[in-house]
């Protein structure tokens, strides 16, 4: 029978949850993830362009569920199946990961080290919204994501219950029932490029969040008002001593 | 009939049972003190040895009364555990789970007090509220109830049968009870644990898991951490519907301490050795269910259950069989030794029989002289007596 928990070989896979992300970052972060992930698992919100394609030119992606019907407006059903799809392979640790998010490089260098461990299950690093390219992160009122920590690593506990919250939109990326075991909050920071792009693609994305959630009953208003902030409080980042 | 009670220190005055008819009523009172008051008699210990033990039954709310109704042996004891948790002190607690298992019937302020000391084959009742035997209370009532109950089966074999299948049958009221109060308050938590508490006491198993698993669902979102003790119990519900993996994997999620994880690497060899009993009993021992442990073990014995056994037959009385188990082991290794005295010390302090008690204590002590405080607590106890005789 295999142990709940292993110090050594255990074997890490990604799991992604994508959506028309050409021309974006996915192959930068595919190509980072395959770096240091055994294997991927990537579910398609039924995208309209080449996603597809260019997941599966990544020898480490195991799997792509595409859908046919888009999920964006039931994201807890979507990170269900996305969990679900995953623990079907059997892993022994799972990186919820999405396709605009890359981990500073200290962290290819420690996963192995905080995988192979029986202490802690869970593992929760800082991220930092990078805002308007890649030397500045967004800090003030509503921008404050690096002040906490997210779970993002986590061990598979076969048999172990999952939740996720029923709701539409910003679920939490992984399993709420995680909570209950024991964790780590990391000092490895995650680069989240979701608003390093252009300003044109940053009012996309706001018309796209008001469309979705006009009453801010899933978010903020007042947050989502901020992506059109024209003068954001920005703070420079600083690469980690190599 | 007598009716006797044996309170506590200072808590004579608090003892006014309900009148019976054809019942005498007496209190034990410290100081050499008699009286009547109320048609309730006042009367020191000397004046209860005097009284038929065949005719007697006793209301217990102090545990260090256990070695005088060893000895005087009344018909039937009623055991009041009330506020038993408040108290930190390792010889209370000690004398008060010997005195509940000496008792025919328990009653208790905790719910959950109440369905561990039925997994241990105690017939135990919850009564809500303060201790005390005023007329009108509910723990009154009920005490009233199992005295009549002692009266209607004065004359049949197994009283104790009676009052197990009126203890089932408030079970399986209250459990009722819950399931229904649970469709107005789904989300509920607590209600859910505890009728999961309920249905697995009930032996419904299944529906014990389902609800253990849904309590689990709520207490994450809620409070975190917390809730681990519950996935450990749903590991119990699991063992006892023989799903091993399942038990052994939920036990291993919550092996979290080093103890508990050395515990979790004994189990997981065990169950690549085939020993399912084995895993399956230790999760239901640690559980509180002693009663199906022994079961799957006596059913089931392996060469490597000898120290779950053993400890099984400690925690029930079972003391000659605890003892050909240590017999089994090497003999003149001190250890070994040292547990032996200390056995066949806590089998005649169990017995009342202080002398004898204390001889193998002290030869315990020889080898390992924290066992001293055995005898310590033996003399605190013939203190507490000393003070109504």
Redesign the interface.
Known sequence: ?R???KTENNRLTAMMQVRNEENRFLEEVLQDVSEYADEIVIVDDASTDRTVDICLSFPKVKEVVRLTERHFSREWELRSLLWRETCKYGPDWVLAIDADEVFESKFKRTVRQLMNQ?TYDWVAFRMYDFWGGRTHYREDEYWQLHKRHTIMLLRN?????Y?Y?QHDHHVHRVP??Y????GLLSDIRVKHLGWAGSEEERRRKYERYKQMDPEGIWGSQAQYESILDADPHLVEWKEEDS | MNVVFFGEPGGEEEAGFPLLPDWQVLVVSAGKKSGKKNGISYVPLSAVRELEPSHGVAVVSHPYWMPFLRQWKPYAVIGLAYGADASSDASFHYYRKALNRFCDAVLTDSEEAMLDLSLRGIPAFHSPGPLGLSEGTAIAERCAELVGLCKANADVYDLRRSIQELAAHKRTERTEGLLEAIECEPHNEALITLAARYLYAEGRHSEAEYYGFQAFGRCVVASGSRCLSLYRWIAMVQARQGKTEDALNSFGVTAIQAEDKARYQRLLAAYDQQLHALVCADICRENGDMAYALELLERHPTPFDRSIRYQLYKETDQYSKALDLLAQDRPKELAVERERWLLLGEQEEQEGCVPQAVSFYLKAACIDQEVISNILRLEMVERFLAAYS
Request: charged share 10%; proline share 22%; net charge neutral.
């Open positions: 029978m142990p709940v928990r029986d506990l076969p048999g172990f219950p939740y919250l709420l029932s909570g209950a075991l024991p």
